[in-house]
């Protein structure tokens, strides 16, 4: 059992959800933004965060936020 403390990162009966580290609230990450755009990308990259959440922080239509998302994935803005 010893062996084991420390390897919970690796373990695959761990939930993805449960080793994600807390996220910042919406609007620390829309502080940390000046363009709109980015602050609802660093959001959605969270993983913690869904579309309608964001949609409803930002008062926006959760399908702008999805179409900000898909059309900003292949760019530098994703990485």
């Known amino acids: 059992m010893q062996k084991r403390i420390g390897k919970e990162k690796d373990d695959l009966n761990i939930p993805k959800q449960q080793k994600r580290p807390v996220a910042k609230f919406l609007p620390a990450i829309a502080a940390q933004h000046k363009?709109?755009?980015?602050?609802?990308?660093?959001?959605?990259?969270?993983g913690v965060y869904n579309?309608?959440?964001?949609a409803e922080f930002y008062q926006l239509?959760?399908?702008?936020?999805?179409?900000?998302?898909?059309?900003?994935?292949?760019?530098?803005?994703?990485?």
């Open 61 to 79: 239509h959760p399908t702008t936020i999805v179409a900000i998302v898909h059309k900003n994935k292949n760019s530098l803005l994703w990485t």
């Open 51 to 54: 579309q309608r959440e964001i």
């Open 35 to 46: 363009d709109r755009k980015m602050a609802i990308i660093a959001a959605y990259k969270t």
